[in-house]
């Protein structure tokens, strides 16, 4: 419905911990896997009503499987945020628009994934002068990316970090009151894959009323050869939450009626054969 009337639809405050679908002393109900699989997520808040880290760890998997969403951020609209985690507009994502400062071209910069998003720090990442959002193609081989990286915060900040493939692959350290770095250097790059830039403390640190200051990039995509970029092992984590949800989809009986059901049924169906064909190499 979103997409019809020229919107953009996102997954919003997804988790507090890390879902585990092997644990079944903890439900785990949450669809988002479907609505990867499925086209619906235009972009995801990772920087929202909820823990970062845990939730980034899902985006994560969910880029190593093929899926290119975006970095997104938001609040509850909430104005007693005394009990709450922070005031309204707190988390917040940057758009990179260009020359088109419309609402359309705002929509279109976070559709296409040239955004940050933030509770504090101001991140700025590239590589080969290409930022969020872009896809650079190289031929098969061994090559190397100039990355430029740079963060400034109003609070100090303990990690600045590259993420690859969901694994850090560079850190730099802060240095004085840890609130400002510029980094140049190469990458060395022999297979497909995305990058990222974050940046975060290890607590809480005021003005920042949140459980601690954390901001990443949207990803860079960077294409070798013809290779995709694919994670068997991700896939297969998705797939066995989608048993999770099947099976409480199976148990359920308060519906509104068959066909209701059925349809529930039909998108777990269609999810599985994506994630099932993202375990095959390619």
Known sequence: MAHAQGALAGYVHPFDALPAPED????????LPVSAALGLVDYMEVVGFSDHR???AIWYRLLNCGFRIPAGAGTDAMANFASLRGPVGLN??????GTDATHEGWLKGIRDGRTFATNGP??????DGRGPGSEIRLPRGAHELKMRAAVASIVPIDHLEVVANG???????????????????????????????RASADRAVHPVLDIYPFATTSPVYVIVGDEAIRSAADARFFLAWL??????????????GPAERESVLGSLARARAVYQERTQPR
Not at 24 to 31: E, G, K, P, Q
Not at 122 to 127: A, I, N
């Open 122 to 127: 101001l991140v700025q990442f590239s590589l």
């Open 92 to 97: 917040r994502v940057f758009v990179q628009t």
């Open 167 to 197: 694994d850090v692959i560079a850190g730099f350290p802060l240095a004085g009151d840890r609130t400002a770095a510029k980094i140049e250097q190469t990458i060395a790059v022999t297979r497909s894959g995305w990058y990222t830039l």
């Open 243 to 256: 048993d999770r949800i099947e099976a409480f989809v199976r148990a359920h009986t308060d519906w509104n």
């Open 54 to 56: 845990s939730t980034a």
């Open 24 to 31: 079944r002393s903890v439900a785990l109900t949450d669809d």
